[in-house]
């Protein structure tokens, strides 16, 4: 029997134009009516993840900042948090440097990203804190850091991903949050820790638990999952970790995979 399920926001549940459509509303709507607890996953900071999914029934702790974060969304008391280790933070960002990214800070509070940095004074929408556009980043630190980022050309970050795993490798963890983003983390943090942190919250077995994901970051959480759901727009990779690959979420993908897969179950076991 499912009980949980665990979404991703860009890409995933997200349309392009970064909305909700009413069919997804819906069908999230039914599964929750059916006895799912709903947990959104995400890189997105909570706030952001708050103004994104307004009107979804977020009762149960949620995930952010790629599992560094997690929330009780009925008080918004944080639950769970683990900090990017400060002796660490300048070695990354001049690593992001060298490799001509462009860098960004995030703190418990804001985001601050570099001057230059594509689409930054768009990533979030009110109510959620607007982007601060600083000349350097690294005059941030020592605040805590919950993630650090690097912004670059999709080529680049594939590039770069091995360099950065292996110079970081048992002090960081390194992950391909999107086409276009490296995330740094705490190398005990991820997705799918947090969603396994989640669900023995809940009182939910691995096996019980539906995810929805298209990123590197989210291949843990599709393994953990007893079904794993990975998105038409996904990469390879991340399909070849899913138990079932649905539409793009430009064609409703987590909608459709509710609707035929999941569902149809919740309804045989009422």
């Known amino acids: ?37 709903l947990v959104i996953t995400t890189g997105q900071s909570y706030p952001a993840l ?7 029934p977020l009762t149960k702790p949620q ?35 060298e490799k001509q990214f462009f860098r960004v800070y995030h703190t418990n509070t804001y985001v601050y990203a570099e001057q230059g940095t594509p689409g930054a004074e768009f990533w979030y929408l009110p109510p959620a804190p607007p982007t601060v556009i600083i000349e350097d980043v690294t005059t941030i630190y020592p605040q805590p ?13 594939l590039r770069s991903l091995p360099y950065f795993e292996e110079r970081f490798a048992g002090q960081l963890y390194v992950t391909r949050a999107a086409s276009d983003l490296l995330e740094f983390l705490h ?58 690959v649905t539409q793009t979420n430009a064609e409703e993908g987590v909608a459709v995979a509710l609707e035929e897969k999941v569902l149809p179950l919740l309804s045989s076991q009422v």
């Open 1 to 37: 029997m499912y009980r949980l399920l665990a979404i991703d926001l860009d890409g995933t549940l997200l349309t392009p134009e970064r909305k909700i459509t009413p069919r997804t509303r819906a069908a999230i709507q039914q599964a929750v009516a059916s006895g799912m607890e």
């Open 50 to 56: 708050r103004s994104l999914c307004a009107g979804l």
């Open 63 to 97: 995930v952010t900042c790629n599992g560094a974060v997690i929330v009780d969304p009925k008080d918004d008391t944080i639950l769970h948090e683990t900090l990017v280790p400060l002796s660490l933070v300048h070695d990354a960002l001049a690593a992001l440097r």
């Open 145 to 157: 850091c919950v993630k650090l980022m690097g912004v670059g050309e999709p080529a680049n970050v």
């Open 187 to 244: 190398p005990d943090v991820s997705k799918g820790k947090a969603l396994a942190r989640v669900a023995r919250m809940l009182d939910v077995a691995p096996e019980e638990i539906v995810a929805f994901g298209d990123n590197h970051n989210d291949i843990e959480m599709l393994r953990l999952a007893g079904l794993g759901i990975a998105m038409g727009n996904a990469a390879d990779d991340v399909k070849a970790h899913a138990d079932y």
